[in-house]
């Protein structure tokens, strides 16, 4: 069974950085494509950052530049590292996981398609 637990939130000033990480206990790690997601109060999951089986990755417009989304395959761990971090990055940050070979493209903008989930984590951003 795939479980995804996600670690790394918390508060932290605005301008400041964070690095979340995703453990997952899944047998072939490699094989999946991995993203993030984040769902602020009152508004749509919305898709951070993925990275597919074949290493390519894609980011919401609104982090690129600030947020890199990487993975170590000998500790089966996805990581977003987040700095400049500003007042409407607020949200818990959902880590997902599919096996079917998806894109980074195509993760990040049908969250609905992820097979996996886990349970968010927390980032709060004060000014």
């Known amino acids: 069974q795939v479980q995804l637990v996600e670690s790394g939130g918390g508060s932290v000033q605005t301008g400041g950085s964070l690095r979340l990480s995703c453990a997952a206990s899944?047998?072939?790690?490699?094989?999946?494509?991995m993203a993030w997601f984040r769902q602020a109060p009152g508004k749509e999951r919305e898709g951070v950052a993925a990275?597919?089986?074949?290493?390519?990755?894609n980011y919401a417009d609104s982090v690129k530049g600030r947020f890199t989304i990487s993975k170590d395959g000998a500790k089966n761990t996805l990581y977003l590292q987040m700095s400049n971090l500003q007042p409407e990055d607020a949200a818990t940050y959902y880590c997902?996981?599919?096996?079917?070979?998806?894109?980074?493209?195509?993760?990040?903008?049908?969250?609905?398609?992820?097979?996996?989930w886990g349970k968010g984590t927390l980032v709060t951003i004060s000014s």
């Open positions: 990275l597919d089986m074949d290493g390519f990755t």
């Open positions: 899944i047998r072939r790690f490699g094989s999946y494509c």
């Open positions: 997902a996981a599919d096996p079917r070979g998806t894109g980074a493209w195509y993760a990040l903008h049908r969250p609905l398609d992820m097979e996996y």
